[in-house]
């Protein structure tokens, strides 16, 4: 567990006092090996009689700190990183949902017409149809480049295996398609490993964190979304145990993101549209209707993937979003619908509506009665604990990747481990099987005879011998009598355990339909038990069975209830099922829930984010504003020297992003009430645009700004590095006044830390100033001070924060 040298406390209750030259007498160590992280104690600089320091705040972000760290010291990998998840990063930022109400927003909203505001709804409107037009494209070029690289590469083992059989020899066909997946998936490890790291795994977290408020470095970057998409093919067509359709929602938030700001930073060009836009609210509504059209078009539901925004991504809601995000789903399903129908050469069909499409239900055959209601039940149960069972694997697992599989190389090792050992257990699974089916009427793309005899086909081969998404889909589909029990058995124990091990690899991947086929493969194995055991009845059909399985497998590892409910429904394309999914995935849950968290909010914990979940602890009544908050504090005033302002901005111990600003007091003993709050953003445009007067009392007959100025500058504001103060410049004063917002939110210390954390989270807050009974500031509450009260199995418990 990690070597913690020393609590962190950033609260006013139990600060710890700093040596002399204000570092702490021990050290934090850095979680990304990168030698001793700065300390707990913030560094106390020598207070200019200019301004007035109540202290040093807690929303500290040591990205710079570390990245210092990096440049001078060699850059050493350790063999173990002691890591906890008993501690909160302090390397993620919060996003800023709250507009801050300055001179300049208020005249340009005065500016702004009638017209001018139905012509910015519009826009709303066609950046949505675009979201909607582009994630559906992108799906359909991962769909048509996976299935004709994996038809490829099936062709080609297939001839090989035939070939073989006869002669004998068949372990070069194993060295073939071990070879070849692990060669494919190396390809797809390397992009991500060596070039963003970010695009690894679904996605689905890092976007959740991201509608939450909290920024992760890179995650709606074009790079991010040219190495998922290329990541997410080459894992598919590699043979992994992982799915094309949790990526695609990642991918459909970036397209979002960089739309809607109409400009890339990366292309390093700007379109000079949608200038109104670039701020972090609307951002995160157009990322919100990226993530629902991504769903949309992976699984064909518009409905569910509204649903799914609803319930995992966004953190804020109202109702025109849902309308938008509805309009993006539709446009989203639509285009990959006609793209793909197109594709498929029968142009005005439109009957492909997601990347998987579970085939329809038939309603005779597959009604069901009320005594099997108890029977899904169970399933739920069933799937609840092997949910679970996935959830503490999986957690284990990634402990030990975070300590000990640092390095990109490693990475990329067992990236292909995997593939390897995935190939091998199929191959030998197919050769053990001596479950033969007749090949006639049945709908195997590649079926394989091996030893069967003429006319028939392996069919464990069907399993593994396709993409997870064709398998899932014969699964549910096929004629009663086409698989043996033990195949189904084997199949699921070896799948489980190669999906769990699969999940958290550096390779981009999903988990829905990895988890949908090790769900329909014990569901429909379930199914046939219960044909046995009623002598054949016709309510036992296996098909059945292995979709309620499927749901209860999924829902008891994503612990998803109403978004999944609807997206299975929509998938099938048949209501009937609804009540009875319903149940299935309210038990898995409630099952789930009660042996382990859900697996995104389980990964999310992993890596130390700063989350705020919908309520603060049931048992925090009793803290207050004036233990949660970090304090002291660094003011401003409100006519300030530009000289102060460059020290404050570039001192490293300190990166605070919001500063309280107070009246330019001229009695430095008496503390002076908040005036309002500036951001560390808003500071630096100033003195990059040098608005500044020589002395305090010349009127300012500087350029004015306008707020363009700061929306160019979004969302990558340059570092106070970059910018050069002359000696003469530091000497004149800035006027704060224009620029600030003059009405933050604040609360009282005696506020209770509920109360706090509820209007924090409602209005997305980044900053909340706490004052005493005369309005002068005595804290600030950020991010990371609510995050770190969390209820443990001893109650109320406080997290270390720590620079990881």
């Given at each position: 567990?990690?070597n913690?040298a020393?609590?962190?406390?950033?609260?006013?209750?139990?600060?710890?006092?700093?040596d002399?030259d204000?570092?702490?007498?021990?050290?934090?160590?850095?979680?990304?090996?990168?030698?001793?992280g700065?300390?707990?104690?913030?560094?106390?600089?020598?207070?200019?009689s200019?301004?007035?320091r109540?202290?040093?705040?807690?929303?500290v972000?040591?990205?710079?700190?570390?990245?210092?760290?990096?440049?001078?010291?060699?850059?050493?990998?350790?063999?173990?990183?002691?890591?906890?998840e008993?501690?909160?990063?302090?390397?993620?930022e919060?996003l800023?949902?709250d507009?801050?109400?300055?001179?300049?927003?208020?005249?340009e909203?005065?500016?702004?017409?009638?017209?001018?505001?139905?012509?910015?709804?519009?826009?709303?409107?066609?950046?949505?149809?675009?979201?909607?037009?582009?994630?559906?494209?992108?799906?359909?070029?991962?769909?048509?480049?996976?299935?004709n690289l994996?038809?490829?590469?099936?062709?080609?083992?297939?001839?090989?295996?035939?070939?073989?059989?006869?002669?004998?020899g068949?372990s070069?066909?194993?060295l073939?398609?071990?070879?070849?997946?692990?060669?494919?998936?190396?390809?797809g490890?390397?992009?991500v490993?060596?070039?963003?790291?970010?695009?690894?795994?679904?996605?689905?977290?890092q976007?959740?964190?991201y509608?939450?408020?909290?920024?992760?470095p890179?995650?709606?970057?074009?790079?991010?979304?040219?190495?998922?998409?290329?990541?997410?093919?080459?894992?598919?067509?590699?043979?992994?145990?992982?799915?094309?359709?949790?990526?695609?929602?990642h991918?459909g938030?970036?397209?979002?993101?960089?739309?809607?700001?109409g400009?890339?930073?990366?292309?390093?060009?700007?379109?000079?549209?949608?200038?109104y836009f670039?701020?972090?609210?609307?951002?995160?509504?157009?990322?919100?209707?990226?993530?629902?059209?991504?769903?949309?078009?992976?699984?064909?539901a518009?409905?569910?993937?509204?649903?799914?925004?609803?319930?995992?991504?966004?953190?804020?809601?109202?109702?025109?979003?849902?309308?938008?995000i509805?309009?993006?789903s539709?446009?989203?399903?639509?285009?990959?619908?006609?793209?793909?129908?197109?594709?498929?050469?029968?142009?005005?069909?439109l009957?492909?509506?997601?990347l998987?499409?579970?085939?329809?239900?038939d309603?005779?055959?597959?009604?069901?009665?009320?005594?099997?209601?108890?029977?899904?039940?169970?399933m739920?149960v069933v799937?609840?604990?092997?949910?679970?069972?996935?959830?503490a694997?999986?957690?284990?697992l990634?402990?030990?990747?975070?300590?000990?599989?640092?390095?990109?190389?490693l990475?990329?090792?067992?990236?292909?481990l995997?593939?390897?050992?995935?190939?091998?257990?199929?191959?030998?699974?197919?050769?053990?099987?001596?479950?033969?089916?007749?090949?006639?009427?049945?709908?195997?793309?590649?079926?394989?005879?091996l030893?069967?005899?003429?006319?028939?086909?392996n069919?464990m081969?069907?399993?593994?011998?396709?993409?997870?998404?064709?398998?899932?889909?014969?699964?549910?589909?096929?004629?009663?009598?086409?698989?043996?029990?033990?195949?189904?058995?084997?199949?699921t124990?070896?799948y489980f355990?190669?999906?769990?091990?699969?999940?958290?690899?550096?390779?981009?991947?999903?988990v829905?339909?990895p988890?949908?086929?090790?769900g329909?493969?014990?569901?429909?194995?379930?199914?046939?038990?219960?044909?046995?055991?009623?002598?054949?009845?016709?309510?036992?059909?296996?098909?059945?069975?292995?979709?309620?399985?499927?749901?209860?497998?999924?829902?008891?590892i994503?612990?998803?209830?109403?978004?999944l409910?609807?997206?299975?429904?929509e998938?099938?394309?048949?209501?009937?099922?609804?009540?009875?999914?319903?149940?299935?995935?309210?038990?898995?849950?409630?099952?789930?829930?009660?042996?382990?968290?859900?697996?995104?909010?389980?990964?999310i914990?992993?890596?130390?984010?700063?989350?705020l979940h919908?309520e603060?602890?049931?048992?925090?009544?009793s803290?207050?504003?004036?233990?949660?908050m970090?304090?002291?504090?660094?003011c401003?005033?409100?006519?300030?020297?530009?000289g102060?302002?460059?020290?404050?901005?570039?001192?490293t111990?300190?990166?605070?992003?919001?500063?309280?600003?107070?009246?330019?007091?001229?009695d430095?003993?008496?503390?002076?009430?908040?005036?309002?709050?500036?951001l560390?953003?808003?500071?630096?445009?100033?003195l990059?645009?040098?608005?500044?007067?020589e002395?305090?009392?010349?009127s300012?007959?500087?350029?004015?700004?306008?707020?363009?100025d700061?929306r160019?500058?979004?969302?990558?504001?340059?570092?106070?590095q970059?910018?050069?103060?002359?000696?003469?410049?530091?000497?004149?004063?800035?006027?704060l006044?224009?620029?600030?917002?003059?009405?933050?939110?604040?609360?009282?210390?005696?506020?209770?830390l509920?109360?706090?954390?509820?209007?924090?989270?409602?209005?997305?807050?980044?900053h909340?100033?706490?004052?005493?009974?005369?309005?002068?500031?005595?804290?600030m509450?950020?991010?990371?001070?609510?995050a770190r009260y969390?209820?443990g199995?001893?109650?109320?418990e406080?997290?270390?924060?720590?620079?990881?």
């Amino acid at each position: 567990m990690a070597n913690v040298a020393k609590k962190v406390s950033w609260s006013g209750r139990d600060r710890d006092d700093d040596d002399e030259d204000g570092r702490a007498g021990e050290t934090t160590p850095l979680l990304n090996g990168t030698g001793p992280g700065a300390a707990g104690g913030a560094r106390q600089v020598l207070t200019p009689s200019s301004f007035l320091r109540i202290g040093q705040l807690s929303n500290v972000d040591l990205n710079e700190d570390i990245r210092e760290l990096e440049t001078e010291l060699p850059r050493q990998h350790p063999n173990e990183i002691p890591h906890n998840e008993k501690l909160l990063s302090l390397k993620y930022e919060s996003l800023d949902y709250d507009n801050s109400e300055n001179q300049l927003f208020l005249e340009e909203e005065r500016r702004i017409n009638h017209t001018a505001f139905r012509t910015v709804e519009i826009k709303r409107w066609v950046i949505c149809a675009m979201i909607g037009i582009l994630t559906g494209l992108v799906a359909c070029f991962i769909d048509i480049v996976v299935e004709n690289l994996a038809g490829l590469k099936y062709r080609v083992v297939k001839g090989n295996i035939d070939k073989f059989t006869e002669k004998g020899g068949l372990s070069f066909s194993l060295l073939l398609w071990a070879t070849l997946n692990a060669s494919v998936v190396m390809v797809g490890s390397v992009i991500v490993a060596f070039i963003e790291p970010v695009a690894a795994g679904s996605g689905i977290p890092q976007i959740k964190c991201y509608l939450n408020g909290v920024k992760i470095p890179h995650v709606v970057r074009l790079k991010t979304l040219v190495i998922k998409v290329c990541g997410v093919i080459l894992s598919v067509v590699g043979g992994l145990a992982v799915g094309k359709e949790g990526p695609m929602i990642h991918s459909g938030a970036v397209i979002a993101a960089g739309i809607s700001q109409g400009r890339s930073t990366s292309l390093k060009r700007d379109f000079k549209i949608f200038e109104y836009f670039r701020r972090d609210t609307e951002k995160r509504d157009f990322v919100s209707a990226g993530a629902a059209a991504g769903v949309s078009a992976a699984f064909g539901a518009p409905v569910g993937g509204v649903l799914f925004s609803l319930e995992e991504g966004a953190s804020f809601w109202n109702q025109f979003l849902t309308w938008r995000i509805f309009f993006a789903s539709m446009i989203s399903t639509f285009t990959l619908n006609s793209v793909l129908s197109v594709y498929h050469g029968n142009a005005w069909d439109l009957s492909s509506p997601g990347l998987i499409n579970f085939g329809r239900f038939d309603n005779e055959k597959m009604g069901y009665t009320i005594q099997e209601i108890p029977i899904f039940i169970f399933m739920g149960v069933v799937g609840g604990i092997l949910g679970a069972l996935f959830n503490a694997l999986n957690y284990w697992l990634t402990m030990f990747r975070i300590r000990y599989i640092h390095r990109p190389c490693l990475q990329v090792v067992e990236a292909m481990l995997v593939a390897a050992v995935t190939a091998t257990v199929g191959f030998v699974m197919i050769y053990c099987s001596r479950d033969c089916q007749p090949i006639q009427g049945s709908s195997v793309a590649y079926p394989l005879q091996l030893f069967c005899a003429d006319g028939e086909y392996n069919s464990m081969a069907t399993a593994f011998f396709n993409t997870p998404e064709k398998s899932v889909v014969n699964l549910f589909h096929d004629p009663p009598g086409s698989y043996n029990p033990m195949t189904l058995g084997m199949f699921t124990l070896m799948y489980f355990f190669l999906a769990c091990w699969t999940y958290g690899l550096t390779v981009s991947a999903g988990v829905f339909i990895p988890s949908l086929l090790i769900g329909a493969a014990w569901g429909r194995l379930f199914g046939i038990s219960l044909s046995y055991l009623t002598k054949g009845s016709i309510w036992a059909d296996p098909g059945k069975y292995a979709l309620m399985g499927a749901a209860a497998q999924l829902g008891g590892i994503v612990r998803m209830t109403l978004s999944l409910t609807v997206i299975m429904m929509e998938a099938t394309g048949n209501v009937t099922y609804g009540f009875p999914i319903m149940l299935v995935l309210m038990t898995a849950k409630i099952v789930g829930d009660y042996f382990v968290e859900g697996l995104y909010d389980m990964h999310i914990q992993l890596q130390s984010v700063p989350f705020l979940h919908w309520e603060a602890p049931v048992t925090s009544h009793s803290l207050t504003a004036r233990e949660v908050m970090s304090t002291p504090v660094t003011c401003l005033r409100r006519i300030e020297r530009v000289g102060t302002v460059v020290d404050i901005l570039s001192d490293t111990s300190s990166n605070h992003n919001g500063f309280p600003v107070v009246e330019s007091n001229p009695d430095a003993t008496q503390v002076a009430g908040l005036r309002g709050l500036i951001l560390r953003s808003q500071l630096i445009v100033l003195l990059k645009h040098k608005v500044f007067v020589e002395r305090a009392n010349l009127s300012l007959v500087q350029r004015r700004l306008k707020l363009k100025d700061f929306r160019d500058a979004y969302p990558r504001f340059p570092p106070i590095q970059s910018i050069h103060v002359s000696q003469d410049e530091r000497e004149c004063m800035i006027d704060l006044s224009e620029f600030m917002n003059p009405s933050p939110y604040t609360v009282p210390q005696e506020a209770s830390l509920p109360r706090v954390f509820k209007l924090f989270r409602a209005l997305g807050l980044r900053h909340l100033v706490v004052v005493d009974n005369r309005n002068e500031v005595v804290g600030m509450v950020t991010r990371k001070d609510l995050a770190r009260y969390r209820l443990g199995k001893e109650g109320l418990e406080e997290l270390s924060l720590a620079q990881t």
